[in-house]
């Protein structure tokens, strides 16, 4: 079955960087484009990232752009999330996705269990 | 940016009831319009894609409709397991944005 599972959360000062790391298994990982979605405590849900499936296209949120970089190991079904100068408003659950492989729909069909990301000094 | 707006922000119903959520696109975004449940502690779950199409093992009590910049998600009959907070998400263009989400409570 289908599995993502996301790793490298936990408390980071404001300022600093962290890694997230997302396991893929269950299906073809170098065929699916990959999204990260965050999550702030008792908020919304907010899209933050994408990266193709063979790495050559990204997307960013506005909110995140040149502070976080998406990445890709289809060698080791990874993804992940480098981020860096973080600031208290990036506190959230951070989940990887699948995209739907129906070619130019972007909705996500597959959700990881998510980790937490704290930002305080 | 296409923002993405939900109303009501909670919707109380009883079970057994319909529950009928709204989702109004800033712009047209044709069909492409996806809705999600996420229940407490839980992962977001894909329940309607294409604005209308729902996911497989979605029941059939879950419909979606509508095009343009406005859409709707109608729960037929709530069941206890259907009380959670419903996301819309447009994948018309890039940014991908969410709607901020309807919580559909016990009345």
């Known amino acids: 079955q289908v599995q993502l599972v996301e790793s490298g959360g936990g408390v980071v000062q404001p300022g600093r960087s962290l890694r997230l790391s997302c396991a893929a298994s269950?299906?073809?990982?170098?065929?699916?484009?990959i999204h990260w979605v965050r999550q702030a405590p008792g908020k919304g849900l907010e899209w933050v990232a994408v990266?193709?499936?063979?790495?050559?296209?990204?997307y960013y949120a506005d909110s995140v752009k040149g502070r976080f970089t998406i990445s890709r190991d289809n060698s080791k079904s990874t993804l992940y999330l480098q981020m860096s100068s973080l600031r208290g408003e990036d506190t959230a659950v951070y989940y990887c996705?699948?995209?739907?492989?129906?070619?130019?729909?972007?909705?996500?069909?597959?959700w990881g269990q998510g980790t937490l990301v704290t930002v305080s000094s | 940016e296409i923002v993405m707006t939900q109303s009501p922000a909670t919707l109380s119903v009883s079970p057994g009831e319909r529950a009928t959520l709204s989702c109004r696109a800033s712009q047209s975004i044709s069909s492409d319009l996806a809705w999600y449940q996420q229940k407490p502690g839980q992962v977001p779950r894909l329940l309607i894609y294409?604005?209308?199409t729902r996911a497989i093992g979605i029941p059939v009590r879950f419909s979606g409709s509508g095009s343009g910049t406005e859409f709707t998600l109608t729960i037929n009959s709530l069941q206890s397991e259907d009380f959670a907070v419903y996301y819309c998400?447009?994948?018309?263009?890039?940014?991908?944005?969410f709607g901020g989400g309807t919580k559909v409570e016990i009345k």
């Open positions: 998400q447009h994948y018309n263009n890039w940014p991908l944005t």
């Open positions: 990266i193709s499936s063979d790495g050559s296209n990204k």
């Open positions: 996705a699948r995209e739907t492989p129906d070619y130019g729909d972007h909705y996500l069909d597959y």
């Open positions: 294409e604005a209308s």
């Open positions: 269950g299906f073809t990982f170098r065929s699916y484009t």
